[in-house]
């Protein structure tokens, strides 16, 4: 059992890292029902509708569905169907509305990453005011307020690494069953939020256990220590396999993955990127922001969006992290090695230094031959363990800089560095009101019948998707779903017809019945135009009429028609 004084501890740590993640993002707490306005928001609302939607309502296998690309089933494997999240999030969907339940989780990644962190660096003999900071540093870390407000979910819960890291470490260095056991666990919660995770976590179980062979050879057991391993990899492989078998054959299927050399270096980061705040930092200084601002503009001519190069790990976490490598250098090893390795592999294919591309190759180069590291999309995530390492090193740093410290004096440091490392992570995120649908969608029968929704932005409208409960016909996803592309051309094909109401206004009745049978061999049943983002939908009212297409909602913000 738990010392009580421990689990105190525990306690207000865990309500510390609460009151930290609502003041760092702020003001969601005051948003909660709304959404962030832009990137894969939308589609990860969808996710927790459809786990919820499928388990309970459907009792149907989550993992495939036909409300994407309907009628036709596809895998959703590597759809980010983040079953860990998606699972969690069905209780709170019976209490909370979709989006509140989607911000809680967001708010919980926070708790749960500084909290697992904190558990790592005790466990590594770090202070527990030292692994506190260590926690804060890694929970709001600058990269999660940019991957937050591009509406990563699945990246935002994260908090599974940390738990791993402490549980391998003890399963190496103590044995037993229990580490070996919640290592496997742990190790599979990862692979059930995302697979790039899993990727992260065999890097550093190979580092973890080369450095302590190498520089713990008198604590060695070797067929101890190969027991513990096999107990934990069994128990992943037991509690994922349903999951990660099939997800591995679609990554070995898909072209999604293997990516042209211009979209990997657009997705890398840059050399000095660990030192150079974003731009959409809200505290960096004018003067700052302009010194830096060729740069910028440099990393965008690459492409892509800036957001996905920034890999900024903030200069709090550096400067304790340098003078804890030069206290500690043997106990930082581990840590320090993670960190090389990590930062080397996030700068892709070929090394961009201050917005340059260089001709110098990079280790991303060699190791991307390895199977399955391919599929690391979006190659400044490694960023992540570059942080997680970091922030462990700072622990350790801090410990050592509070030695010989007067408690008020050590009290005092400690807030002012988790309120610079907050200001560090300073990023503005946008928000937009959620959805509102009228009482027509109320009225629509629950049976599923094809929607095509317009104007057909995928991401923007599946999130309509899920308020409507109503199947998508005309949402392609950004992962190849093989036969499935070929069946829908139809459907893409009417998407283009109609992106532009105004050629529609001098189309016949003729042409209107043409395209109405050209909906319904295409399982079109409804059309449902969202106002203002599909202009002139009058225009396609009337132009769908001519076919004696029902008008069932002409409102504010959506045209509602059944093809008859």
Request: hydrophobic share 50%; with cysteine.
């Amino acid at each position: 059992m738990l010392n009580s004084n421990l689990g105190r501890e525990y306690i207000l740590v865990v309500l510390s890292y609460l009151m930290l993640s609502l003041v760092a993002t702020y003001p969601l707490l005051l948003n909660l029902d709304s959404v962030v306005s832009f990137g894969d928001s939308r589609f990860f609302l969808w996710t927790l509708w459809w786990w919820k939607h499928s388990l309970m309502e459907l009792h149907t296998d989550p993992f495939h569905t036909n409300y994407l690309c309907y009628p036709h089933t596809i895998g959703l494997y590597m759809q980010n169907n983040m079953p860990s999240v998606g699972i969690a999030s069905i209780p709170l969907q019976y209490v909370f509305s979709l989006e509140r339940t989607y911000n809680i989780l967001a708010l919980l990644s926070f708790v749960l990453c500084g909290y697992g962190m904190y558990l790592l660096c005790r466990h590594i003999r770090g202070s527990s005011p030292a692994s506190f900071l260590a926690g804060a540093l890694f929970a709001f870390m600058p990269l999660r307020f940019q991957w937050m407000n591009l509406g990563w979910l699945n990246i935002l819960n994260m908090q599974w690494i940390p738990f791993y890291c402490l549980y391998l470490l003890k399963t190496i260095r103590e044995g037993g069953w229990r580490n070996a056991t919640l290592a496997g666990v742990f190790l599979a919660l990862t692979a059930f939020t995302h697979l790039e995770f899993l990727v992260f976590e065999a890097i550093f179980t190979a580092v973890a256990l080369v450095c302590h062979l190498l520089m713990d050879s008198h604590k060695r057991n070797i067929l101890g220590l190969l027991k513990s391993m096999v107990l934990a990899a069994t128990i992943f492989l037991i509690a994922s396999s349903l999951v990660l078998v099939p997800s591995v054959m679609e990554v070995m299927q898909t072209k999604y993955v293997t990516m042209n050399s211009l979209s990997l270096i657009q997705l890398s980061a840059d050399a000095a990127g660990p030192f150079i705040p974003p731009q959409n930092h809200i505290l960096l200084p004018e003067g700052l922001r302009n010194m830096l601002k060729p740069l910028y503009v440099r990393q965008e001519e690459i492409g892509y969006l800036p957001e996905t190069k920034t890999s900024y790990v903030g200069y709090v976490t550096i400067l304790l992290a340098a003078y804890g490598i030069f206290r500690k250098p043997r106990e930082c090893a581990v840590w320090a090695a993670t960190a090389v390795i990590f930062y080397l592999l996030s700068l892709g294919p070929t090394i961009q230094f201050n917005g340059k591309i260089t001709d110098m190759p990079s280790m991303y180069a060699l190791s991307s031959k390895v199977p399955l590291l391919n599929l690391i999309r979006y190659i400044t995530r490694y960023t992540i363990m570059v942080q997680l390492s970091l922030a462990a090193i700072a622990a350790l740093g801090f410990t050592e800089l509070m030695r010989n410290v007067k408690r008020k004096t050590a009290s005092i440091l400690l807030l002012s560095l988790l309120a610079l490392a907050l200001a560090d992570s300073a990023t503005s995120v946008t928000w937009t009101a959620p959805i509102r649908t009228g009482d027509v969608f109320a009225e629509l029968p629950r049976n599923p019948a094809g929607t095509l929704y317009l104007p057909g932005q995928d991401v923007k409208f599946i999130y309509l998707a899920a308020k409507v409960e109503m199947p998508a016909v005309n949402c392609r996803l950004q992962r190849r779903i093989g036969e499935v592309d070929d069946s829908i051309k139809g459907v893409q094909e009417i998407i283009q017809e109609m992106k532009d109401a105004r050629k529609l206004e001098n189309r016949t009745v003729d042409d209107a019945t043409e395209e109405v049978s050209k909906m319904r061999r295409n399982n079109i049943t409804y059309v449902i135009a969202a106002k203002p983002a599909y202009r002139r939908a009058d225009t396609l009212r009337e132009y769908l009429a001519k076919a004696n297409a029902t008008t069932l909602e002409d409102g504010e913000n959506y045209l509602v028609m059944r093809i008859d």
